[in-house]
């Protein structure tokens, strides 16, 4: 739900969403300047869409692979031209799983 209204997204049109901790995320699209406000929380998310290619980066960032150009640094550079920053306490297996999702995506 967006703006009281329920919205239809495409999946590749997901960059990355963003949790707020108020019950609220902040979905941010390709293409578009302005993030989404969309009613959940970034958990619930992550059970919808973890098998479709989103990685948790960190508490507050999941990202759709799609989307990412690579991992390096602790930090996931996106085509959109954002960098966030990755988890250092499952960095490696975040790492992997992207990696592993690429190769299949060849």
Same mark, same amino acid.
């Given at each position: 739900?967006?703006?009281?209204?329920?919205?239809?997204?495409? +999946?590749?049109? *997901?960059?990355?969403?963003?949790g @707020?901790?108020?019950r609220?995320?902040?979905?941010? +699209?390709m293409?578009?300047e &302005?993030?989404?406000?969309?009613s959940?929380k $970034?958990?619930?998310?992550e #059970?919808?869409l973890k098998?479709?290619?989103?990685?948790r $980066?960190?508490?507050? =960032?999941?990202a &759709?692979?799609?989307? *990412?150009?690579?991992?390096s640094?602790? @930090?996931?550079f +996106?085509? &959109?031209?954002?960098?966030? /920053?990755? @988890?250092?306490?499952?960095y &490696?297996?975040?790492? #992997?799983? =992207?990696l @592993?999702? /690429?190769?299949?995506k060849?």
């Amino acid at each position: 739900k967006a703006r009281g209204e329920d919205v239809l997204l495409q +999946l590749k049109d *997901i960059v990355y969403i963003e949790g @707020t901790g108020h019950r609220m995320v902040l979905v941010h +699209l390709m293409g578009e300047e &302005n993030p989404l406000e969309c009613s959940g929380k $970034l958990a619930e998310f992550e #059970d919808r869409l973890k098998n479709d290619g989103f990685l948790r $980066l960190q508490r507050s =960032f999941l990202a &759709n692979a799609r989307h *990412i150009k690579k991992i390096s640094g602790y @930090t996931a550079f +996106l085509d &959109n031209g954002d960098e966030l /920053k990755v @988890t250092d306490k499952n960095y &490696n297996q975040l790492r #992997d799983s =992207f990696l @592993t999702w /690429k190769g299949k995506k060849l």
